[in-house]
Structure formats: structure tokens, C-alpha cells
């Protein structure tokens, strides 16, 4: 059974900060890639942000030194340290993992979480 556990999700005011964490199982946790998405209302979902297996990182521009991405290899956790949220962030957040050596394969994803930005 393949599972992407999150939580952490909540209202935030603008400014502030939440941290999301995802654990998983089911999965050789060493060999995906692992990330973030979300999806807004009335939007397509995108990419936040992920990291590979060797700790190298992308992000969207959109949230580009205001979030952090990290892993725990100990732990099989991925997490997302979300810093002076705006209205904008507002969306469904999603764990997502990719096999690194079969980016054909489907990835995986979690339930999603709702993360909302509002005074």
C-alpha cells in the first residue's frame, strides 16, 4: 500500500507561516523524487516545489525565498516550511513522489491539504 500522509494545513493570517509535512510508505523513500503542489480554485495544479534524492531543489517563482523544501531520510518525510504567506497561497496543497529512475511511471499523491491565507 503506497500512502502520502500529510498534515499541517490551517488558516494563517497574512505574513505568517505554516510548516506541512508529508510522510510516506509503501515506497523506496531513497529512490524518489519528492515535492509539493497545489492547486487554487479555478486554476491548474502546480508545481511548488520538490527535491531529489541528493537534496537538490526546485521552486516555483512564485514562492522562491519564502518556502522551504527538506526530506528526512531517517523519517521518510518530506516538508515544506511556508513563510509570509499571502492571499495568493491560498490552495489545496499536495505530497507528491516520483520514482527517480522511472520518470515514466504515474507519480504519487497525497489526499491534499487545505492551506488558507486570509485576515
Known amino acids: 500500500q503506497v500512502q502520502l500522509v500529510e498534515s499541517g494545513g490551517g488558516l494563517v493570517q497574512p505574513g505568517g507561516s505554516l510548516n506541512l509535512s508529508c510522510t510516506t510508505s509503501g515506497i523506496t523513500f531513497i529512490r524518489y523524487t519528492m515535492g509539493w503542489y497545489r492547486q487554487a480554485p479555478g486554476k491548474q495544479r502546480e508545481m511548488v516545489a520538490t527535491i531529489t534524492f541528493r537534496d537538490h531543489v526546485a521552486y516555483s517563482d512564485s514562492v522562491k525565498g519564502r518556502f522551504t523544501v527538506s526530506r528526512d531520510s531517517a523519517k521518510h518525510t518530506v516538508s515544506l516550511q511556508m513563510n509570509s504567506l499571502e492571499a495568493e497561497d491560498t490552495a489545496v496543497y499536495y505530497c507528491?513522489?516520483?520514482?527517480?529512475?522511472?520518470?515514466?511511471?504515474?507519480?504519487?499523491w497525497g489526499q491534499g491539504t487545505q492551506v488558507t491565507v486570509s485576515s
Open positions: 507528491y513522489a516520483e520514482h527517480a529512475f522511472a520518470p515514466s511511471q504515474p507519480p504519487y
